[in-house]
């Protein structure tokens, strides 16, 4: 009998705990010896529920991707785990890891078993690090210090293959993060949270990214401390980034006060270590933190400093990012016509670094500026062209701000079925920022309009 036999045989109430054990058992006996092996490896796979990745497997058990793909289909003839739409895997069973898991400890070593792990784990680093540069090239490159280079790695060579590799593996994050935590694995933890920050950025999960980063840093502290001073500061330099990174979590959802703890903390290291982009990076975080505490006097302060200090180091991508949010900060103090200065040069310095992202934001920003003027044609040519870069980044947040920006100048415009249009498709897209949907229900609220009542205009094109 078959796992598969076992669990149709009463597809309502589920087979009794110890029917499946025993299917399993008697599957898993009929195994040959190094594709049984290969079962066990899957159980210590750090993965969400029942999912089997194959490159994973391959890296854990330390075979080449041909045999693991050979051994997968073995264990899918023997119904122990089934094939997904997704080329991914899946145990048949809801406990099938469980199961896998309880005849590693029996038969194999901790030994064996942990280095499996942990293979799997320096897998999906050097995984998320390799697609994460694919996606942001500009960033400052840390590369991962593994122990087990996977010898295999995923073709991903474009942006729009690399954002969906990670896309498709980032259900991975938190199980991996948790395992990697849980032994103490420091280097694990800083490394994938460093490495996962493309990912992070787009989906823009503020909870999930503030719990990363609070696992992250302490982990990178520890190996920052550990660094000998006379060497290349990288774990310094991770950790720097990883305090920026979570001072934008904090300061978007109004921890204002800690965010600027973070900013100071990294400009602090950043000047122990003679860092001038780290120093200017740090300047230009505080400033962020500042407009977002609405501080404009504050925020301009800062950011001319980080504009200055980017400009003397020749980093003409970041400065770009500082004078796209200088572009904002002016905006609100309703210089309107410095504000789309700043804007049409950081349009320009990002387009030139292929940061298509930043590019986006930049763009959405003039037509924001210039609806706000009155310019609403030109406005709407922004709009437009922000949205379908934000579409082809991945970013459903940034793509449904600008829906909220075009509805709103829409409206402006007395037209006003096109603004309910355009606010029901920014609602439906950024349920990940309960301050954007609050934005959006109060902009439909103000036209008498229902959030979610559905609309054949404009339709999403996902």
């Known amino acids: 009998m078959t796992v598969h036999d076992t669990v149709a045989a009463d597809p309502a109430a589920g087979p009794p705990e110890n029917a499946v054990t025993d299917a399993l058992d008697q599957a898993y006996q009929a195994l040959a010896p190094r594709t049984a092996l290969v079962y066990r490896t899957l159980g210590v796979l750090p993965l969400p529920s029942t999912r089997i990745d194959p490159g994973m497997a391959a890296a854990a058990t330390g075979l080449d991707p041909a045999a693991t793909e050979l051994h997968l289909t073995t264990l899918t003839q023997a119904r122990l785990i089934a094939p997904a739409d997704d080329g991914m895997f899946d145990f048949v069973a809801t406990d099938?890891?469980?199961?896998?898991?309880?005849?590693?400890?029996?038969?194999?070593?901790?030994?064996?078993?942990?280095?499996a792990r942990h293979r799997a784990l320096d897998w999906l680093v050097a995984e998320f690090a390799a697609a994460g540069r694919v996606v942001d090239h500009y960033r400052r490159r840390i590369d991962p210090q593994v122990i087990y280079p996977p010898p295999h790695r995923a073709a991903v060579a474009t942006t729009e293959q690399a954002l969906a590799w990670l896309r498709t593996r980032s259900t991975y994050l938190r199980p991996a993060l948790e395992a990697a935590d849980a032994y103490?694995?420091?280097?694990?933890?800083?490394?994938?949270?460093?490495?996962?920050?493309?990912?992070?950025?787009?989906?823009?999960?503020?909870?999930?990214?503030?719990?990363?980063?609070?696992?992250?840093?302490?982990?990178?502290?520890?190996?920052?401390?550990?660094?000998?001073?006379?060497?290349?500061?990288?774990?310094?330099?991770?950790?720097?980034?990883?305090?920026?990174?979570?001072?934008?979590?904090?300061?978007?959802?109004?921890?204002?006060?800690?965010?600027?703890?973070?900013?100071?903390?990294?400009?602090?290291?950043?000047?122990?270590?003679?860092?001038?982009?780290?120093?200017?990076?740090?300047?230009?975080?505080?400033?962020?933190?500042?407009?977002?505490?609405?501080?404009?006097?504050?925020?301009?302060?800062?950011?001319?400093?980080?504009?200055?200090?980017?400009c003397d180091l020749h980093r003409a991508r970041d400065a770009g990012v500082t004078r796209l949010l200088l572009g904002v900060v002016e905006h609100e103090l309703g210089n309107h016509p410095a504000a789309l200065t700043h804007l049409h040069t950081a349009r320009r310095q990002l387009e030139d670094a292929d940061d298509a992202l930043n590019a986006s934001r930049a763009q959405a920003w003039w037509g924001r500026v210039l609806a706000t003027v009155g310019v609403?044609?030109?406005?709407?040519?922004?709009?437009?062209?922000?949205?379908?870069?934000?579409?082809?980044?991945?970013?459903?947040?940034?793509?449904?701000?600008?829906?909220?920006?075009?509805?709103?100048?829409?409206?402006?415009?007395?037209?006003?079925?096109?603004?309910?249009?355009?606010?029901?498709?920014?609602?439906?897209?950024?349920?990940?920022?309960?301050?954007?949907?609050?934005?959006?229900?109060a902009a439909l609220q103000r036209l008498d309009a229902d959030p979610t009542e559905p609309t054949a205009v404009l339709a999403h094109r996902r």
């Open 96 to 115: 099938g890891r469980r199961h896998a898991a309880a005849l590693g400890r029996q038969e194999d070593s901790t030994g064996a078993t942990d280095k």
């Open 184 to 310: 103490g694995l420091d280097y694990i933890v800083s490394q994938l949270v460093y490495a996962a920050w493309p990912l992070i950025l787009r989906e823009r999960d503020y909870g999930q990214w503030i719990w990363m980063h609070d696992l992250a840093i302490p982990a990178a502290r520890n190996l920052a401390d550990a660094a000998p001073r006379t060497r290349t500061g990288g774990a310094r330099l991770m950790l720097r980034e990883l305090y920026g990174a979570r001072a934008a979590a904090l300061r978007a959802v109004g921890r204002h006060t800690e965010a600027i703890e973070d900013c100071h903390s990294a400009l602090a290291s950043a000047k122990r270590e003679a860092d001038e982009t780290g120093q200017a990076q740090a300047l230009h975080n505080l400033g962020a933190c500042a407009q977002a505490a609405d501080a404009p006097i504050l925020a301009l302060i800062y950011l001319t400093r980080a504009l200055e200090r980017r």
């Open 376 to 441: 609403f044609d030109d406005a709407d040519k922004a709009f437009a062209a922000a949205r379908e870069g934000f579409r082809e980044q991945g970013a459903d947040l940034w793509e449904a701000r600008t829906l909220l920006w075009e509805g709103e100048s829409a409206a402006a415009q007395h037209r006003k079925e096109t603004a309910i249009a355009l606010l029901r498709q920014a609602h439906a897209l950024c349920t990940g920022s309960l301050d954007d949907v609050q934005r959006v229900e």
